[in-house]
Structures are given as structure tokens and as C-alpha cells.
């Protein structure tokens, strides 16, 4: 080999130099410092998350009253759900309410989100007022003004009865008590509507504009544009929802009260459970009621998930 090729390889063997390699001091300790940041959260998780829910599960295969000693009863606390007449007033109840509050709260989410999309003045003042409801929609002291309106010779019912329609106030009325909860949810619609707001600010403009010149009027670009192309958003929502109001309990209890009133049209899954727990004593049963829910709704959103692959479309998706 001549010193010229030798002089031309070096530089060709300085570009394939391998990069310098840290300390192994330092590459062995940046795995321990992540771990470091995570352990507030590990330990939270541990003590506040995995530990109850397996003591949970322990003391629902147990009777136990708080006082005393929890006693092995097996498969029992199970077994007696099935003949629990309460337990399925309040599973029939619950599921009505997610089956009305859901799509009702979704639909004028969706609805306000669409005219707020529009570049319009105040804006801002608009989205923040749609908003406001949803950050006080769950307290107790919007609970105690939303049965107040709906009581007996309040406003709704005046209302009503100006245009013909006497209800005799949805507060004590079973026929309409679990309606009055559902225009409550809905009316907190600030959440879902924001995320809509964001996802349809992401729909490109030139698909309205070729819908529109094919001869596509506002359903058919809403049907065939709008909606495809916010599917995604309109899953993640569905989804959100759905658990969220499984797990209704503040606005109901504070209205119905822990027997579910008017003839127990109100006794939601979650008021009954803290029912059981808490005023009754009987953690083992309240707690079996607990992983029946959580199995409930694992099992429902399973099933919104096996539907989703029929509607919800994902950027690049082939199917």
C-alpha cells in the first residue's frame, strides 16, 4: 500500500469514527434517576390506587360491617346481587340515564362547537360562558339550585304551565325526575364541546370546498365530511362520557337522597353502593357492587371499542 492511499484513507476512517460513548458511570445512573422522578407517582399509585382496590377485592369476598373482623363468605356478596330487587332498580336506572344523558350531552356539544367554529366576534367570551358549567356542574350547590327549579310551583313548572304543559314539578314526579338528571348532565356539555372545537379546527378546508362545488349542501358536507373526519374525537368523547356517567352520584344524591326518591327513579348504581357502605354498613356487599361496576364498564367499553372499527376513521387508515 502506498503512503498516498494510506493519506486518503485516513480522513474516510476519521468520518466512520465511532461517536464518544458517555462515562459508564453516567449511562448506569440515568435509568435510577428516572425512577426517581417517577416514585412520587409509583407510590401514590401503590397506596392510593392498587392497594384499595385490592383490599377491595378482598373484603368483597368477605362480611364485614366496619367493626369487626371481616369473615370469609366466599362467593356470597355475589350471589346475593342477583336477588337484590334495589340492586336492579338501581342497574336499570343507571343504564337509562348513560343511554339518554350520553348522546343528548354529546349532540349539543357537537352543536355549539360547530357555530363556535365560525370566526364571529366575541369569541372568546362565547366559549368561555359555554364552558363556565362544566367547572361547577358537579357541586352540591348546583345540585340544591337545579331542584329548586324543578320543584313543585318553581320556575320550570310555571313555565310549562303557561304553554299547557302541567307536570306538577319534576322533583317529585318518577316519570320525569330521571329526565330533570339527564338535562342536568347535558347541560354541562363545556368539556366534550372544547375537545370537539379542537378537532374540528383540524378538518381542512379544501374538502368543504370540493363537497361544496360537487353540489353537496350543509347535511351532506356535515354527513359526509364533518363527521368522518372528527370520528376519532367524537370516539374519544363517546368514550369519556360513558364511564363518566356510569359514575354519577353528587347531583343525584343531593336530589334524590340515599332511597332514590320519587319511588326510587333516582337510585343510581353509586348512590345505592355508598347507601350500603355507609349508612348500612355492609362494606363486603358495597364492595362487590364496586367490581361489578368496574366489570360492567370494562365491558361496555370494550364493546365501544369493537364497534369503533366500523366508524372511526384514523388518518392513513385503509380500510
Request: hydrophobic content about 50%; charged content about 15%.
Amino acid at each position: 500500500m502506498t503512503s498516498s492511499t494510506v493519506d486518503s484513507a485516513r480522513p474516510a476512517a476519521a468520518g466512520r469514527r465511532r461517536p464518544a460513548t458517555p462515562p459508564s458511570g453516567r449511562r448506569n445512573g440515568d435509568p435510577m434517576a428516572g425512577y426517581l422522578f417517577l416514585s412520587p407517582w409509583i407510590v401514590g399509585m401503590l397506596l392510593l390506587t392498587v392497594g384499595p382496590m385490592a383490599a377491595s377485592l378482598y373484603l368483597s369476598f368477605t362480611d364485614y360491617n366496619l367493626f369487626t373482623t371481616p369473615e370469609w363468605v366466599g362467593l356470597d356478596n355475589y350471589r346475593r346481587l342477583v336477588d337484590d330487587d334495589r340492586w336492579l332498580q338501581s342497574v336499570r336506572v343507571t343504564a337509562g340515564y348513560v343511554l339518554l344523558a350520553v348522546p343528548l350531552k354529546l349532540a349539543a356539544a357537537l352543536a355549539v362547537a360547530m357555530l363556535l367554529n365560525q370566526r364571529r366576534r366575541g369569541q372568546g367570551f362565547y366559549r368561555a360562558a359555554f364552558y363556565g358549567p362544566s367547572l361547577i356542574g358537579a357541586s352540591v350547590s348546583v345540585a340544591i339550585v337545579w331542584k329548586a327549579l324543578f320543584s313543585d310551583d318553581a320556575v320550570v313548572d310555571r313555565l310549562l304551565s303557561w304553554v299547557g304543559l302541567d307536570s306538577g314539578g319534576w322533583v317529585g314526579n318518577p316519570d320525569f325526575s330521571l329526565l330533570m338528571l339527564v338535562l342536568l348532565a347535558a347541560w354541562q356539555f363545556g368539556a366534550p364541546m372544547v375537545i370537539f372545537l379542537a378537532g374540528l379546527k383540524q378538518v381542512p378546508a379544501e374538502l368543504y370546498e370540493a363537497a361544496e362545488v360537487d353540489g353537496a349542501g350543509r347535511g351532506r358536507r356535515f354527513w359526509s365530511v364533518t363527521l368522518p373526519m372528527i370520528s376519532p374525537v367524537l370516539f374519544f368523547n363517546l368514550l369519556l362520557e360513558t364511564i363518566n356517567s356510569f359514575q354519577i352520584f353528587t347531583s343525584a344524591y343531593v336530589i334524590g337522597g340515599r332511597n332514590g326518591s320519587p319511588a326510587g327513579s333516582t337510585l343510581f348504581y353509586t348512590v345505592y353502593l355508598y347507601d350500603r357502605g355507609f349508612t348500612d354498613f355492609r362494606m363486603g356487599y358495597a364492595s362487590a357492587m364496586a367490581w361489578m361496576l368496574l366489570l360492567g364498564v370494562g365491558l361496555v367499553t370494550a364493546m365501544l371499542f369493537r364497534t369503533a372499527r366500523g366508524w372511526v376513521h384514523y388518518s392513513g387508515d385503509n380500510r
